[in-house]
């Protein structure tokens, strides 16, 4: 029937509401003498795309029909041509190869013919992921291990971050011996253990002798991953195997220490510190330039990420409490900045210096004034904790908690270290309000002087 269609000259080249041409549907069934018949009446059907713009070679492959692919790829087909995921948005412009799709789809003799036909076995869509990432997500140990034999990269990355290893470790089809195999050819195969919480198969590798001193391309030992993620027994492993990893450093000079204190993981703080970590070591911030002396203690990052558990770890270990950073911050000015008022209070009443300035000139009680969130009842807390609580009043512009001051009878007339009343502070700042305050308190203020 279909040969008689052709010589009758009826039209091949119509398109179905799927926009599928009859080869289309060929490829899709693995009907290969109409595949055939079809090319040789109009090869240009080769290269014709549906609604998920999928050329036939693609409806091949989603099929596993080997013979259809062959025969596409004989004829011109393109072994690298690209469609679309069937819910990617249609203005997204293609980027999953027939590759991908033979492998995601678990048809290893496709993949093989793709491959032997020269396709990109690393290109890359634009979710960043790769076959391999297709076959080890789906735990598809056979199409895996034929993709690294054949040059696929292990280490490339999903715009997420996830390597192969990492969705094979995540997928729920959770296969032991990929995850295995995936491992032995990753560049950084203890970091991979690591990370995937996976404390047999590290030591394993320790036991192969694997190197536990390697780092990654951001610096990162395996025990910095473990301080991150917080994976206490592969810490206690490392640490055990090599002690000295507790004072590697990364590309940004953060030690272990800091990674468990930013990311709160407090027992891995407690476990570094008894194995010696020095509790005032300093990193860098991330937008900081490479010849900044590094300024930033474990304790600030513990009191801006409102980690208090890991701040009163660190604080018993003898963390210095007044450190200033290279912009003057200490851990009080770090947790007040970033509304962690618990965390400050805890600071304060071991013994922080709440007089201390930033480079700017501002108190932590300068900084909770200034925050777009103002908490009363804590700039309270910090003017009553402070040297001159009347004098920061004014300088905060805030006659609410001047007037509290002044009801609780403290002192108006004392003085700063520049003898100045906070009378000399409203007339420098302008600040009228105060000024009639003080001056309705105690007109003495009038006639002192700096």
């Given at each position: 029937?279909?040969y008689?269609?052709?010589?009758a000259n009826?039209?091949i080249?119509?398109?179905d509401?799927?926009?599928?041409?009859?080869l289309h549907?060929?490829a899709?069934?693995g009907?290969?003498e109409?595949?055939k018949?079809?090319i040789?009446?109009?090869?240009r059907?080769?290269?014709?795309?549906d609604?998920y713009?999928?050329y036939?070679?693609?409806?091949?492959?989603?099929?596993g029909?080997?013979d259809?692919?062959?025969?596409?790829l004989?004829?011109?087909?393109d072994?690298?041509a690209?469609?679309?995921?069937n819910?990617d948005?249609p203005s997204i412009?293609p980027?999953?190869?027939v590759?991908?799709f033979?492998?995601?789809?678990?048809?290893?003799?496709?993949?093989?013919?793709?491959?032997?036909?020269g396709?990109d076995?690393n290109?890359?869509?634009?979710?960043?992921r790769?076959?391999?990432?297709?076959?080890?997500?789906?735990?598809n140990?056979?199409i895996?291990?034929?993709?690294v034999?054949n040059?696929a990269?292990?280490?490339?990355k999903?715009?997420n971050?996830?390597t192969?290893?990492?969705?094979?470790a995540?997928?729920?089809?959770k296969n032991?011996e990929l995850?295995?195999?995936l491992?032995?050819?990753s560049?950084?195969p203890?970091?991979?253990?690591?990370?995937i919480?996976?404390t047999e198969m590290l030591n394993?590798?320790?036991?192969a002798?694997i190197?536990?001193?390697?780092?990654?391309e951001?610096q990162?030992?395996?025990?910095?991953?473990a301080a991150?993620n917080?994976n206490?027994e592969a810490?206690?492993?490392?640490i055990?195997k090599?002690?000295?990893l507790?004072?590697?450093?990364?590309?940004?000079?953060?030690?272990?220490?800091?990674q468990a204190a930013f990311?709160?993981?407090?027992?891995?703080v407690s476990l570094?510190?008894g194995?010696?970590?020095?509790v005032n070591v300093?990193?860098?911030?991330?937008d900081d330039?490479?010849?900044?002396?590094?300024?930033?203690t474990?304790l600030?990052?513990?009191?801006?990420?409102g980690?208090i558990?890991?701040l009163?770890i660190?604080?018993?270990?003898g963390?210095d409490?007044?450190?200033?950073?290279?912009?003057?911050n200490t851990?009080l000015?770090?947790?007040v900045k970033f509304?962690?008022?618990k965390?400050?209070?805890f600071?304060?009443e071991?013994g922080t210096n709440?007089?201390?300035?930033?480079n700017?000139?501002?108190?932590a009680?300068?900084?909770?004034?200034?925050s777009?969130e103002?908490?009363?009842?804590?700039?309270?807390y910090?003017?009553?904790?402070s040297k001159?609580?009347v004098?920061?009043a004014?300088?905060i512009?805030s006659t609410q908690i001047l007037?509290?001051?002044?009801?609780a009878?403290v002192n108006v007339?004392?003085?700063n270290?520049?003898q100045?009343?906070?009378?000399?502070i409203?007339a420098k700042t302008g600040n009228?309000?105060?000024?009639?305050?003080?001056?309705?308190?105690?007109?003495r203020l009038?006639?002192?002087?700096?």
């Amino acid at each position: 029937t279909l040969y008689a269609l052709i010589n009758a000259n009826i039209e091949i080249n119509t398109t179905d509401e799927d926009q599928y041409t009859p080869l289309h549907i060929a490829a899709k069934t693995g009907n290969f003498e109409a595949a055939k018949a079809l090319i040789e009446k109009d090869s240009r059907l080769i290269n014709t795309v549906d609604r998920y713009h999928w050329y036939p070679i693609h409806i091949a492959v989603a099929s596993g029909k080997c013979d259809i692919i062959s025969l596409l790829l004989d004829k011109g087909a393109d072994v690298d041509a690209k469609g679309r995921y069937n819910d990617d948005d249609p203005s997204i412009t293609p980027s999953v190869t027939v590759l991908q799709f033979a492998a995601k789809g678990g048809h290893i003799e496709c993949v093989r013919t793709l491959v032997m036909k020269g396709a990109d076995i690393n290109h890359q869509d634009h979710y960043g992921r790769t076959a391999l990432h297709g076959a080890a997500k789906d735990g598809n140990y056979e199409i895996a291990k034929f993709l690294v034999e054949n040059g696929a990269n292990a280490s490339l990355k999903t715009n997420n971050g996830n390597t192969a290893l990492d969705l094979a470790a995540k997928s729920s089809e959770k296969n032991e011996e990929l995850i295995q195999y995936l491992t032995s050819h990753s560049r950084n195969p203890i970091h991979h253990a690591v990370r995937i919480k996976n404390t047999e198969m590290l030591n394993a590798l320790i036991a192969a002798n694997i190197e536990v001193n390697t780092t990654d391309e951001d610096q990162w030992t395996p025990l910095h991953i473990a301080a991150k993620n917080g994976n206490l027994e592969a810490a206690e492993v490392l640490i055990e195997k090599d002690f000295r990893l507790i004072n590697t450093t990364d590309i940004n000079h953060w030690y272990p220490i800091h990674q468990a204190a930013f990311n709160g993981k407090c027992d891995i703080v407690s476990l570094l510190l008894g194995k010696g970590a020095d509790v005032n070591v300093k990193a860098r911030y991330v937008d900081d330039e490479p010849l900044v002396s590094p300024s930033v203690t474990a304790l600030q990052w513990a009191a801006e990420k409102g980690h208090i558990r890991c701040l009163r770890i660190l604080v018993r270990k003898g963390a210095d409490i007044n450190h200033q950073d290279h912009y003057g911050n200490t851990a009080l000015h770090k947790a007040v900045k970033f509304g962690n008022y618990k965390v400050a209070k805890f600071l304060v009443e071991n013994g922080t210096n709440t007089s201390l300035k930033t480079n700017n000139g501002n108190t932590a009680l300068d900084l909770a004034a200034k925050s777009d969130e103002k908490n009363n009842e804590f700039i309270r807390y910090l003017a009553n904790n402070s040297k001159n609580p009347v004098h920061c009043a004014v300088r905060i512009n805030s006659t609410q908690i001047l007037n509290a001051l002044i009801a609780a009878n403290v002192n108006v007339y004392t003085k700063n270290k520049n003898q100045y009343t906070p009378l000399h502070i409203a007339a420098k700042t302008g600040n009228f309000q105060a000024a009639e305050v003080l001056i309705e308190k105690d007109s003495r203020l009038i006639n002192t002087t700096d």
